[in-house]
């Protein structure tokens, strides 16, 4: 996402970082089954759009004390690691199961045109590839 924004806003690309970063954060990852700030903070992260829902349609809640809500807290955040642990691994399964079954090896000949994976790269932004080339 980040290497999108890079070539999308040329030299504008920092104004977009931080919605980019929001973006990052928020989204559940396939792997995981969470949201990164879901995982780090045991919660997702109150958004405007979420904000605005709990406004609108959320009654509000009662308040609980410090005490009950960091149990709640720390409760939350060792479910969500053991989940994202059990994720990780069944995911990790499944694209295992995935690329046995579906890769193919290739072979080449002289004088074919290839992408060539750029070993060196001025930047982590950079193109991956370079060519085609012989």
């Not at 958004?47 to 509000?60: I, S």
């Not at 609980?64 to 149990?71: A, G, P």
């Not at 994720?87 to 199961?97: S, V």
């Not at 045109?113 to 991956?128: D, G, H, I, R, W």
Request: charged share 25%; proline share 4%; glycine share 4%.
């Amino acid at each position: 996402m980040l290497k999108v924004l890079c070539l999308e806003s040329g030299q504008d690309w920092e104004k977009n970082l931080p919605a980019t970063l929001l973006a990052l954060r928020t989204i559940t990852h396939d792997s995981t089954g969470f949201s990164p700030a879901e995982l780090v903070h045991g919660k997702n992260l109150r958004t405007p759009e979420v904000l605005l829902y709990e406004h609108w349609v959320r009654l509000q809640e009662e308040e609980s004390t410090v005490t009950e809500y960091i149990f709640d807290l720390i409760n939350r955040m060792r479910h969500c690691q053991e989940l994202a642990v059990t994720t990780m691994t069944e995911t990790r399964d499944k694209r295992k199961t995935w690329y046995d079954k579906n890769a193919v090896k290739r072979e080449f000949r002289v004088g074919e045109l290839v992408l060539v994976l750029a070993t060196s790269k001025p930047n982590k932004m950079a193109v991956q590839w370079t060519g085609p080339g012989v």
